[in-house]
């Protein structure tokens, strides 16, 4: 058995990311080895006075051990540094003989947190989904303030750099999907070599066509999104123009959110466009709930200004549940416009209703589409197909730990 560290963002029990570190973690203690998170615990910052912040800093100077679900960690102090300078904290420790780990794996959105193993020399995977100007650009323009001024001047230059030294610097670049890959060569043409492509596997076991009980609703026929409401780059306010639109034919439909509770701005932006009846925020889900959701709803909807992927997409066309989402990175290389979804252009709810409306009303188009997502997620996305792509990327890098 061999000690895997996985550098990762702080481990939230949802999310993307670490939906991926699961998918890894799984893998390797099937293949007999120990994995370990190593992150920087941003969460942890006291939000008070100065005297309760430099209190935190003086009993969280060196890194600590802690514990995320079933995985042993090793968490670092945030401190109030520039985020690039953030991301290189943790090199300090690296030559700590109780940090060393032969094997070594980056797993995230964007490449940065990867950077101290970066500065090692030493094997390592990266396994990301974005690239980090794609993740602020996208923030940026649902309206996020500190995202638009990290893009721009010297921090954005160094992040950049640091982006670089992370993917150059890897044995083995995976990326998410054909969007980011091409991203990744376009940006470091001397990896082109080395960027191999791993979509998130779906359990097409569990994720699968089945009508449900639509017990948490109040109607037959609903949209769903599911992810984290809150984020700015889900461009939610989109979303609830482009249901007034469906309202307005088929004044029957609901609109289902899962994820956190609303913010009071969302609750303000639904009921500006006059759906706020309309919409249940069902909250965070059990995975067996949501599998139920997902076999319930006619159309799955996702607006957001930026995915490096998408695995709630993936997830509803396991479950045969036809798609609508803006062409926002990942969607497009997941969706077959016309065949299993619709694409739409950003902040255009015209056709985003326009999409929904028809599937609604078609159920014979609507059938169609489902049937060629079942097939498209069972073909090109199950997790047996995507966790041999990754057990062999874990081979042909550290070939001695483990076998073909």
């Known amino acids: 058995m061999a000690r895997v560290c996985i550098h990762t963002l702080e481990p939230l029990q949802h999310g993307g990311v670490m939906a991926k570190v699961?998918?890894?973690?799984?893998?390797?203690?099937?293949?007999?080895?120990?994995?370990?998170?190593?992150?920087?615990?941003?969460?942890?910052?006291?939000?008070?006075?100065?005297?309760?912040?430099?209190?935190?800093?003086?009993?969280?100077?060196?890194?600590?051990?802690?514990?995320?679900?079933?995985?042993?960690?090793?968490a670092f102090p945030y401190w109030p540094l520039p985020i690039w300078a953030t991301y290189f904290f943790p090199w300090l420790w690296m030559n700590d003989p109780r940090y060393k780990f032969p094997i070594q794996v980056v797993v995230s959105g964007a490449a940065q947190c990867g950077l101290p193993v970066a500065l090692t020399g030493q094997r390592y995977i990266v396994w990301i989904s974005t690239m980090y100007e794609d993740e602020l650009a996208g923030r940026a323009l649902a309206g996020d303030a500190w995202a638009a001024k990290t893009g721009t001047g010297i921090s954005a230059r160094l992040l950049q750099y640091e982006e670089k030294l992370v993917i150059e610097n890897a044995t083995m670049v995976i990326a998410?999907?054909?969007?980011?890959?091409?991203?990744?060569?376009?940006?470091?043409?001397?990896?082109?070599?080395?960027?191999?492509?791993?979509v998130y596997p779906v359990d097409t076991d569990l994720f699968r066509p089945k009508r449900a009980y639509k017990q948490q609703v109040k109607t037959d026929s609903y949209l769903l999104f599911t992810g984290r409401i809150n984020d700015p780059r889900k461009n939610l306010p989109m979303l609830f123009k482009a249901f007034a639109r469906v309202l307005a034919e088929l004044p029957d439909v609901r609109l289902v959110l899962t994820g956190d509770e609303p913010e009071d701005y969302l609750l303000k932006d639904a009921s500006e466009a006059g759906v706020l009846s309309n919409v249940d925020f069902v909250g965070r889900q059990t995975e067996q709930q949501l599998v139920e959701l997902y076999q319930g709803a006619e159309v799955f909807v996702l607006s957001s200004n930026q995915e490096g992927l998408g695995i709630s997409v993936l997830e509803a066309m396991a479950c045969g549940v036809p798609v609508v989402t803006t062409s926002c990175g990942g969607p497009e290389n997941i969706v077959v416009d016309g065949t299993s979804g619709f694409l739409v252009d950003l902040n255009d709810d015209y056709h985003m209703a326009k999409n929904i409306t028809r599937l609604l009303k078609d159920s014979h188009l609507r059938d169609r589409f489902s049937d060629n997502c079942v097939r498209l997620a069972r073909d090109y996305f199950s997790r047996e197909a995507m966790t041999k792509l990754l057990h062999k990327a874990f081979h042909d890098v550290y070939p001695e730990y483990f076998s073909v």
């Open 22 to 74: 699961r998918v890894v973690g799984e893998m390797l203690r099937a293949s007999g080895h120990n994995p370990n998170l190593m992150y920087t615990a941003t969460d942890q910052v006291p939000s008070g006075s100065w005297v309760a912040k430099i209190r935190y800093l003086l009993t969280h100077a060196r890194p600590y051990t802690t514990e995320f679900e079933n995985y042993q960690g090793v």
């Open 176 to 198: 998410n999907g054909d969007y980011i890959a091409e991203k990744i060569v376009d940006r470091f043409p001397s990896v082109a070599g080395k960027v191999r492509i791993v």
